[in-house]
């Protein structure tokens, strides 16, 4: 085999093994961002789902005419609140950080009647599953076959020597 030959080979088998591993790093260490608009009677999410154990930041938008304040609680133990907003005033916005365990979490505010007018959302911190490609030999043989055998046709269409004369 020629030198090149063995070059695309081994580029080949490269690439297929990172695409195999995608999706195997870590978290990163940036906080979650997490927008949360209330109007009146309503509060709204960007996002339902947040990484237990990673930090949360969340961004508050007051676009109601009254003041309102959040308080996030554990729905196992709703008589604690494990954070509590300050008071957001009409049209402003307001931000407050907090690390929650697995879970799953009721978002509401705390001003006489709004959570039973429907100020409330529910939050789940759950663990996100990995996006490992499975690795098993029934599996790899074939996708290892097809990444060598298009090496060895893009190589012989260029023209190069891939076996001894």
């Given at each position: 085999m020629t030198r090149t030959f063995k070059v695309l080979i081994a580029l080949a088998v490269v690439v297929f093994l990172g695409l195999a591993f995608v999706g195997s790093t870590?978290?990163?260490?940036?906080p979650q961002v997490?927008?949360?608009?209330?109007?009146?009677?309503?509060?709204s999410l960007s996002q339902f789902v947040v990484t237990?154990?990673?930090?949360?930041?969340?961004?508050?938008?007051?676009q109601g005419d009254v003041p309102h304040q959040l308080v996030v609680q554990a729905y196992a133990d709703?008589?604690?609140?494990?954070?509590?907003?300050?008071?957001i005033g009409s049209h402003t916005i307001q931000s407050v950080s907090f690390t929650l365990a697995p879970g799953v979490y009721r978002i509401e505010?705390?001003?006489?009647?709004?959570?039973?007018?429907?100020?409330?959302?529910?939050?789940?911190a759950n663990a996100p599953?990995?996006?490992?490609?499975?690795?098993?030999?029934d599996f790899l043989i074939p996708i290892l076959g097809l990444v060598l055998g298009s090496a060895y046709i893009i190589a012989s269409s260029l023209g190069l020597r891939l076996t001894k004369a």
């Open positions: 870590g978290a990163s260490v940036e997490m927008r949360v608009t209330i109007k009146d009677y309503q509060v237990p154990g990673k930090a949360v930041n969340l961004v508050i938008n007051n709703a008589s604690k609140d494990l954070v509590t907003s300050p008071m505010c705390v001003q006489v009647d709004h959570a039973a007018r429907g100020m409330v959302n529910v939050l789940t599953q990995p996006l490992a490609i499975p690795l098993r030999v």
